[in-house]
């Protein structure tokens, strides 16, 4: 299933630098995009989303910017801390058959970042 | 913050056997979910679960494999003859409505020899 590609398996960056985490989709249906991030040992945990009818949405270090013509988002972090290195994961879906739920994440394969004091 | 727990944190079962995985999601959530993740491969999506059914299901989740929330608080997956091939973290979620994001246990990683 390569619906959600994440090219990239690991990145480095220097603390206080921006972090960019990309993400491609072939999938024209998916209309909701999540980046979840993943320590070991632990679940993924929620971090931003974005809906189709936005192009950018923000909180706090972590901004989201969608390229719906190009099927493309990314993340980014700024300014970068060490704490932030773990898997990052980002994930699409499309609203189920009636309406139901948009639960049904479609997950890309990860990127490792690692930020380095 | 509330959090979605799930047990046991490792469950060893020999070909065959059944196993029920079993998850608490967060008191206020509405929507239920199952994920896998295969060892070097993406998570992915076997069942969300909505008023007391199934409401999607993936390939993957054949006849080998059920859902039930048989309180007010706990959802199961249970595997009914498990497969070398269902050795995976399984992750259980909830989400509060059909547009929030899914929050997610820890997982079970489930060994099946």
């Known amino acids: 299933d390569q619906q959600v590609k994440q090219n990239s398996p690991s990145l480095s960056v220097q603390e206080g630098r921006i972090s960019i985490l990309n993400c491609d989709y072939t999938n024209s249906m998916f209309d909701y995009f999540l980046w979840y991030k993943k320590y070991p040992a632990e679940g993924p945990t929620f971090l931003i989303s974005?809906?189709?009818?936005?192009d950018k949405n923000e909180d706090g270090r972590f901004t989201v910017f969608l390229n719906k013509s190009a099927k493309h988002l990314s993340l980014h972090i700024v300014p970068s801390q060490p704490g932030d290195s773990a898997v990052y994961f980002c994930a699409a879906s499309a609203q189920a058959p009636g309406g139901t739920s948009y639960g049904k994440l479609t997950f890309g394969q990860g990127t490792i970042l690692t930020v380095h004091p | 913050e509330p959090e979605v727990t799930q047990t046991p944190s490792h469950q060893v079962t020999q070909m065959g056997q059944e196993v029920i995985l079993r998850c608490v999601p967060i008191?206020?959530?509405?929507?239920f979910y199952w994920y896998r993740q295969i060892l070097g491969q993406k998570v992915e999506f076997l069942v969300s679960f909505y008023n007391n059914e199934i409401s999607e299901k993936s390939e993957i989740f054949d006849d080998q494999f059920s859902v039930e929330r048989p309180d007010g608080s706990n959802f199961t997956l249970k595997i009914r003859s498990t497969k070398l091939e269902d050795s995976a973290m399984y992750f259980c979620a909830s989400s509060v409505d059909i547009i929030s994001p899914l929050h997610f246990g820890n997982g079970t990683r489930l060994t099946v020899t």
């Open positions: 008191s206020n959530h509405l929507y």
């Open positions: 974005i809906s189709s009818i936005k």
